[in-house]
C-alpha cells in the first residue's frame, strides 16, 4: 500500500466532537515550522534546576568538581513523585547552588551546573532494540530512570502516568500544538515521524490500547503527510487531523474534540479510560527504550521580531536562555519581554540566566510591534466576549468580578478551578482586563487560604495538645504536692501517732516521760545542790529559777 | 354549642400540631457547632495573644461574650470579615491597640548563641521549639506560627522573626515581586491590580 | 540582562471598547440623517448639547470620585448615551430637557451605580423614562414628518426654538404641529391609541396622512435606517444577533397572532417593526452589553421579554411606545435571567 493511500484512508479530518469557544490569534509559525532543527554550539555552562517537574525533587548525587560522562545520573529520584535528571554533556560539576528558574516566580531554586568539557563523552548506555519480551514494570522504570517528563506541558512523570493503569479505550498522542508561533511538535514530526511512531508503538505496548488516536492540527501539512507515511498500514493507529483553533491542543479540548466526551470536573482522563501523550513524549520514550537515552534534550522553537535567526533549536537541557538568543541573533527593543512559552500561556522570564528544562518549548522574543502590550485596563462592560470564547464554558466576566471583590466562595462556586488559564479570555476581551491574570491570583489566594487554614487547624491541635499537657502537668504537680503534703501530713501524723499509740497502749507515757525530765531535773538539782552545798547557799536559787 | 364545637376541634388539632412540631425538633434537630468553635475555626490560630487573651479559643470565647471582633491582628482584615459575617455585625478596621496586620513570620534561633535556658520553649504556645536545659535550642519552621511570643523571654536575644521565603510552590502570582526574587538590576514593571 | 514581566496572554485582538463604541456611532448615521431629514436639523442641536453635556457630566464625577477627568472618556461610552439619548426625543424640546435627561443618565444611572460596567440600568433609556415623566408635553412635542407637515424651519429658527421654546415668528411647538386642516398631528403610534380609543378601526386610520407604504410616515424609513445600522453591527461582531432577535421576536409574534384575531384593532407586526423606536430599540439600546444578560441563552430571553412587554404596553398600556419602560424592566430581571441561563461549565455536565 501507498503512502498516498494509507493518507486517504487514515486520515480522517471529521472529528466527532467539538468544544465551545476557542480564539484564532494570527498563527506565526511559519519561520519555525519551515527550517530544519538547528544544532546549537555546546554553551559555557549548563544550569540544570534539580526539581523540573511537578513533585519533590531528587537527591543529588553529584559533588562539585566532580566529572560526568553524558547522560550520567546527577540526582536519584524521590520515593514518589521524583524524576531523577542527567548529565546533557561530559562536563565538570562547576557548582550545586541556587539560581533563577523557569518558573513565573523568578524565584530561585538548587541547581547543578556543569562546565562542558566539548568531548561529549557518553556514559553507559543499555539499548534495548527489543522491548516485546521485557515486562512492562521494566519498561516503566526504564521510562522512570530516563527522567522523562510529559514534554508537552505541566511536566508530569510520564512513568506514573502510564502506571496507573486502568482499561483504556484509546491513547491519544497530541501533536496538535495550538498556540501560535509554536512549532516545535511541527517540525519533530516532520523530521522524526518514524521515532514518534515507534515511540507511540512502545506507549501503546505499555497501556496495552489497541486503538492510538493520533491528531495533528490541519495547518501543518507537511507534519500530517510525514505521519501518515510512518504510520503505514497499521490498523490501531489513527491519525486524526483537527481544525485549526486554540486551545485545541488543550487536554480536555482536545478530548472534547476527539472522543465527544468531557472529562468530568476533577477527575482523570484516565477515569473515562483515556491517555494523553505529546508526540515530544513518544519520541522520548522511544530514545529512551530502544538507544538507551536518558532526556538529554529537547526541540525549543526560538522566535520573535528580536530575533533575526527564528526557528527550531534542539536545546540541551540546563542551556541558559541567553546562550539561545546570542545564537540566535539577538537585538533586544527597549522594554523587551523574552517569554517562555508562547504568546497565549507563556510567562515573561525576567532574566536570561534562566536555563531550559524539560517542559521548555518555545522561547519568544517579540517586538512591542509584533504583540503589542494591553492598554490600560478599562471597566468591564458584560459585552461577554469572554464568555463566548470560553472553552470551559464558564462566566469569565462573572469571575472577574468576583476576584476583583475577593470573594473566594462564591469564586469555587463559580467553578474557578475548571479554567485552564488558555487566555482565550483576556485576548477578546475589549477592556484588555488581565482576566488570566486576575484568576491565577485568585486561585493562588484559594489555595493559599486553604494552605493556612490546614497550618491553622495544626496550631489549634499543637496548642490544645499544649494546653492540656500544661494542664496535665499542672494536676500532676498538684497531684504530686497533695502526695507530698499528705505524706509529710502522714509523717507527722505518724510521729504524732506514735506516742499516742503508746499513750493508748498505757497511760503512763507522758507521765514517763514527764518523770524521766523530772528525774533529770532532780538529778540535777541534786548535783546542783550538792554543788550549792559545796559553793554557796545563793546558787541554789538559780536553780530553782531555772527549774521554774 | 357550635361555639364549643370549635374550641374542641382548635384545641385538639393545636394539641396534634404540638406534638408533630415537638417531635420533629427532637428528631430533626439540626447539631451546629456551638459559635466558640465556629468562632476559633476563623481565627489564624497563632496563639499570639495580641489580643489579650492567652490565646485563640480564649479569644473565641471572649467574642461569643460580646468582646469586639477587631483585635486579632495576624488574621487582619479578612479574619474580621468573616467573624462580622458569622457573629451578624458589622465588620471594623483593626484596633490598632493589639499591634498591625503583618506579612508573616517565623522564629529563627541563632544557635550558637543559645545558652539553652527553655524559656523560650516555655513561652511557645504551640510546643514548636526543641531542646532541653543546658542545650541548643531549634524552632521546628512549619509548626511556628510566627507568634513572637518566643522573642522576649529569650535572655540572650537570640530569636529572629524572619520573613517566611516564597517558593515557586506557594509563590502568590504577584509580577510585582519577580524582580527582587531575582535581585536583578530592576526595570520599571507595570503591573495591573 | 533583565526584562519585563507582563502578564499572559500576550497579545490581543485590536477591538477595544472604545472602538466598539465608536462603531456605534457610526452604525447610528443612517438613522440620524434620515431623522434629521424628517424631522429637521433639530436633531443635530440635540446631540451637540447632550455631548456637551456628557462630557462635562463625565468628566465632573471622574474627578469627584478621585479619578483622571478624562480617564472615563476614553472609552466612549458616555458619547454613545448621549447620542442614543438625544436621538430619542423630539428634535424641537427645548434646550433644559436634553441637559437634564444627559445629566441624569451620566451622573446618577451611570457614576452613583459605580461608573462605567456598574449601572443597572440603561442610562439613555433611565434619562428618557425621567423626562417622559417629568416632562410630558415636551417630550411628546413630536413635529409631522416633514413631508406632510405644514412647516419647515430652518437651521435658525429651529435653533431659536430649542432655545426660547418659540420660533422667531412666535409660533410655540404646539401650534407648529398643527396640520393643514388646523387639526394638531401626532405621531403614529399615538395617532393609532387615540383614533382607536375613538372607535375608529385601523383601516380607517391608515387612510391617515400620518401613515404610508408599511406603516407611519417618515417613521418607517428612519426605523429602516436603524435596522441598516443594526445589521452593520452584527456584521462587524460588536453585537451579537440574538438580542435583536429576540427583541423583535418578542414584539413581532404576539403582534402577528393578535393581528390574525383583531386586525382591525391590532396592528400587525409590520406596523409594529417600522413604528416608534422600535429599531433603534432593537439594535442600539438593548445591545447595551452593561445592562444586557451575558449569556447568548440568556439575551434571547431578555430580547423576547423588551420586545413581548413592548407589545402589551402599545397594545394596552397608556403611552403609545414603550421602549423605553420595556428596556428598564427587562434590564431589572437580568440579574435573575444571568443565574438561570448560565451554561454548564465543562466537566459538570453529566
Not at chain 1, 132 to 141: A, G, Q, T, Y
Not at chain 2, 92 to 111: C, F, N, S, W
Not at chain 3, 142 to 171: D, K, N, R
Request: aromatic letters at 6%; hydrophobic letters at 40%.
Amino acid at each position: 500500500m501507498s503512502g498516498s493511500q494509507t493518507m486517504n484512508r487514515d486520515v480522517n479530518t471529521a472529528v466527532i466532537g467539538h468544544f465551545p469557544g476557542g480564539v484564532h490569534p494570527p498563527e506565526r509559525k511559519q519561520p519555525a515550522s519551515s527550517k530544519p532543527i538547528r544544532k546549537l554550539a555546546l554553551p559555557q555552562e549548563l544550569i540544570l534546576p534539580v526539581r523540573q517537574h511537578i513533585g519533590p525533587s531528587g537527591k543529588v548525587l553529584v559533588a562539585i568538581g566532580e566529572r560526568v560522562d553524558k547522560g550520567q545520573r546527577l540526582t536519584e529520584a524521590g520515593l514518589s513523585q521524583g524524576l531523577p535528571l542527567h548529565a546533557p554533556t561530559s562536563g565538570i560539576i562547576a557548582a550545586i547552588e541556587e539560581h533563577p528558574t523557569a518558573h513565573a516566580s523568578g524565584l530561585p531554586e538548587q541547581a547543578i551546573v556543569i562546565q562542558p568539557d566539548g568531548e561529549d563523552r557518553w556514559g553507559n548506555k543499555h539499548a534495548l532494540p527489543d522491548y516485546h519480551d521485557v515486562e512492562i514494570s521494566r519498561l516503566l522504570e526504564l521510562i522512570q530512570e530516563a527522567g522523562i517528563a510529559g514534554l508537552g506541558g505541566a511536566g508530569f512523570p510520564t512513568a506514573q502516568k502510564l502506571a496507573q493503569q486502568k482499561p483504556l479505550k484509546h491513547l491519544i498522542i497530541n501533536g496538535v500544538e495550538c498556540e501560535p508561533y509554536i512549532a516545535a511538535d511541527d517540525r519533530l514530526m516532520q523530521e522524526h515521524a518514524d521515532d514518534i511512531i515507534a515511540g507511540t508503538r512502545i506507549l501503546q505496548y505499555i497501556t496495552r490500547c489497541d486503538s492510538v488516536l493520533l491528531a495533528i492540527e490541519d495547518n501543518k501539512p507537511e507534519a500530517i503527510k510525514a505521519i501518515a507515511e510512518a504510520i503505514g498500514d497499521d490498523p490501531q493507529i489513527h491519525l486524526k487531523v483537527v481544525p485549526t483553533k486554540y486551545p485545541s491542543g488543550g487536554e480536555k479540548q482536545l478530548i472534547e474534540l476527539l472522543t465527544g466526551d468531557q472529562v468530568p470536573s476533577g477527575k482523570l482522563p484516565m477515569d473515562i479510560g483515556l491517555l494523553m501523550q505529546n508526540v515530544g513524549t513518544a519520541y522520548a520514550v522511544k530514545r529512551a527504550i530502544i538507544h538507551g537515552e536518558p532526556l538529554l534534550e529537547r526541540v525549543v522553537t526560538v522566535t520573535g521580531e528580536s530575533l533575526k535567526q527564528r526557528g527550531n533549536v534542539w536545546a540541551l537541557l540546563g542551556t541558559p536562555i541567553q546562550h539561545l538568543l546570542d545564537e540566535s541573533g539577538f537585538t533586544p527593543e527597549k522594554k523587551q519581554r523574552i517569554i517562555m512559552g508562547g504568546p497565549m500561556m507563556g510567562f515573561t522570564l525576567p532574566s536570561s540566566e534562566v536555563p531550559v528544562i524539560k517542559t521548555t518549548n518555545c522561547i519568544m522574543a517579540p517586538t512591542e510591534q509584533e504583540l503589542p502590550s494591553p492598554g490600560p485596563e478599562l471597566a468591564c462592560i458584560r459585552c461577554g466576549a469572554c464568555a463566548d470564547v470560553c472553552p470551559a464554558t464558564l462566566q469569565p466576566q462573572q469571575l472577574q468580578w468576583l476576584a476583583k471583590a475577593k470573594d473566594y466562595d462564591e469564586l469555587e462556586k463559580h467553578n474557578l478551578f475548571d479554567c485552564i488559564e488558555c487566555g482565550a479570555c483576556a485576548y477578546v476581551c475589549p477592556s484588555e482586563i488581565p482576566l488570566v491574570h486576575y484568576y491565577r491570583k485568585a486561585k493562588a489566594e484559594v489555595r493559599n487560604i486553604a494552605r493556612e487554614k490546614a497550618k491553622a487547624e495544626q496550631a489549634r491541635k499543637r496548642f490544645e495538645a499544649r494546653q492540656e499537657r500544661l494542664e496535665r502537668e499542672k494536676q500532676e504537680r498538684l497531684e504530686r504536692h497533695r502526695k507530698a503534703a499528705e505524706e509529710r501530713k502522714k509523717m507527722q501524723q505518724e510521729k504524732a501517732d506514735k506516742p499516742e499509740s503508746k499513750t493508748k497502749e498505757g497511760d503512763d507515757k507522758p507521765a514517763g516521760k514527764s518523770a524521766a525530765v523530772a528525774a533529770a531535773i532532780a538529778r540535777a538539782k541534786a548535783k546542783k545542790a550538792a554543788q550549792a552545798a559545796k559553793d554557796s547557799p545563793e546558787e541554789d536559787n538559780s536553780a530553782k529559777g531555772n527549774e521554774s | 354549642m357550635s361555639l364549643f364545637g370549635a374550641v374542641i376541634a382548635l384545641g385538639v388539632l393545636a394539641l396534634i400540631f404540638g406534638v408533630i412540631l415537638g417531635f420533629a425538633a427532637v428528631k430533626f434537630r439540626v447539631e451546629s457547632d456551638p459559635i466558640v468553635d465556629q468562632i476559633d475555626e476563623i481565627l489564624p490560630q497563632t496563639q499570639c495573644g495580641q489580643c489579650g487573651y492567652p490565646g485563640c479559643r480564649p479569644y473565641a470565647q471572649a467574642i461569643a461574650d460580646g468582646d469586639d471582633i477587631n483585635k486579632c491582628p495576624p488574621g487582619g482584615e479578612a479574619t474580621i470579615k468573616q467573624l462580622a459575617d458569622l457573629m451578624g455585625v458589622e465588620a471594623k478596621p483593626l484596633d490598632d491597640a493589639h499591634g498591625e496586620e503583618d506579612v508573616k513570620k517565623v522564629a529563627v534561633i541563632r544557635e550558637d548563641e543559645c545558652i539553652g535556658c527553655t524559656k523560650c520553649i516555655q513561652a511557645c504556645p504551640v510546643d514548636a521549639i526543641l531542646g532541653a536545659a543546658k542545650q541548643m535550642h531549634t524552632v521546628i519552621e512549619h509548626e511556628c506560627t510566627g507568634c513572637d511570643l518566643c522573642v522576649e523571654p529569650c535572655p540572650v536575644d537570640c530569636i529572629d522573626m524572619v520573613k517566611i521565603k516564597a517558593k515557586p510552590e506557594t509563590w502568590q502570582w504577584d509580577l510585582d515581586t519577580v524582580k527582587e526574587n531575582i535581585k536583578a538590576n530592576s526595570i520599571p514593571v507595570k503591573v495591573v491590580e | 540582562m533583565s526584562f519585563r514581566i507582563a502578564p499572559s496572554p500576550h497579545g490581543h485582538n485590536q477591538r477595544t471598547t472604545s472602538e466598539m463604541m465608536r462603531w456605534v456611532c457610526y452604525a447610528l448615521v443612517p438613522g440620524v440623517l434620515l431623522q434629521s431629514f424628517f424631522f429637521g436639523p433639530g436633531i443635530w442641536f440635540q446631540i451637540i448639547l447632550a455631548l456637551g453635556t456628557a462630557v462635562l457630566a463625565e468628566m465632573a464625577c471622574t474627578v469627584a470620585r478621585d479619578r483622571p477627568a478624562f480617564s472615563a472618556l476614553r472609552d466612549n461610552t458616555a458619547i454613545v448615551t448621549a447620542i442614543l439619548l438625544a436621538i430619542s426625543i423630539p428634535s424641537l424640546a427645548p434646550w433644559w430637557v436634553i441637559v437634564i435627561g444627559t445629566l441624569f443618565a451620566i451622573v446618577v444611572v451611570k457614576h452613583v451605580y459605580g461608573g462605567m460596567g456598574q449601572n443597572l440600568f440603561n442610562p439613555a433609556m433611565a434619562g428618557y423614562v425621567l423626562l417622559l415623566i417629568s416632562f410630558p408635553v415636551q417630550m411628546t412635542n413630536w413635529l409631522p414628518v416633514s413631508t406632510i407637515s405644514e412647516h419647515s424651519l430652518t437651521l435658525w429658527q429651529t435653533l431659536h426654538t430649542i432655545v426660547f421654546e418659540y420660533t422667531p415668528a412666535g409660533y410655540s411647538v404646539e401650534q407648529l404641529r398643527a396640520g393643514i386642516d388646523g387639526v394638531t398631528m401626532a405621531t403614529p403610534l399615538d395617532t393609532i391609541k387615540t383614533e382607536l380609543t375613538r372607535g375608529y378601526t385601523l383601516t380607517e386610520i391608515y387612510q391617515g396622512p400620518e401613515f404610508s407604504y408599511f406603516a407611519g410616515a417618515g417613521w418607517q424609513w428612519i426605523n429602516l435606517g436603524f435596522l441598516v445600522g443594526g445589521l452593520l453591527l452584527i456584521q462587524q461582531r460588536i453585537i451579537s444577533w440574538h438580542i435583536p432577535l429576540g427583541f423583535l421576536g418578542g414584539l413581532c409574534i404576539p403582534a402577528f397572532i393578535a393581528h390574525i384575531f383583531a386586525p382591525d384593532l391590532m396592528p400587525g407586526p409590520i406596523v409594529h417593526a417600522l413604528s416608534g423606536a422600535t429599531m433603534l430599540g432593537a439594535f442600539f439600546i438593548a445591545t447595551d452589553p452593561v445592562s444586557a444578560a451575558t449569556s447568548n441563552r440568556g439575551r434571547v430571553i431578555f430580547g423576547l421579554l423588551i420586545g413581548f412587554l413592548i407589545f402589551v404596553i402599545r397594545s394596552w398600556g397608556g403611552y403609545p411606545d414603550a421602549v423605553a419602560f420595556a428596556v428598564l424592566l427587562a434590564n431589572m430581571c437580568v440579574p435573575l435571567i444571568d443565574r438561570y441561563t448560565r451554561p454548564v461549565v465543562y466537566g459538570h455536565g453529566d
